[in-house]
Nanobody
């Protein structure tokens, strides 16, 4: 069992910055990947960024060069630093924790945070 608690969402002007935090607790040792997803009104949920236990990272094309995902293992926390925010970034952002083996997701390890609203005004 893993619990994820998110914070850091809010309202910012275009070009501004926010940092989202996701604190994990419980049986975290089985997790080997954490990620941020987002879902805008009327849109499907999309993967924004992922970080593995080896600290490799991947980003969706629309946020490359603007967003940075990182982890602090001491605090069991993953962050999403969002710079140069655009109105198109407005969405509910969700933290995700899971486990993959050779790229295959483990359905028994699939945890979500409650979501935090990010609104970027023009």
């Amino acid at each position: 069992q893993v619990q994820l608690v998110e914070s850091g969402g809010g309202l910012v002007q275009a070009g501004g910055s926010l940092r989202l935090s996701c604190a994990a607790s419980g049986n975290i040792f089985s997790i080997n990947a954490m990620a941020w997803y987002r879902q805008a009104p009327g849109k499907q949920r999309e993967l924004v960024a992922v970080i593995t236990s080896g600290l490799s990272t991947n980003y969706t094309d629309s946020v490359k060069g603007r967003f940075t995902i990182s982890r602090d293992n001491t605090k069991n926390t993953v962050y999403l630093q969002m710079n140069s925010l655009k109105p198109q970034d407005t969405a509910v952002y969700y933290c995700h924790a899971g486990r993959t083996i050779w790229g295959v997701p483990d359905p028994e390890s699939d945890y979500w945070g409650q979501g935090t609203q990010v609104t970027v005004s023009s």
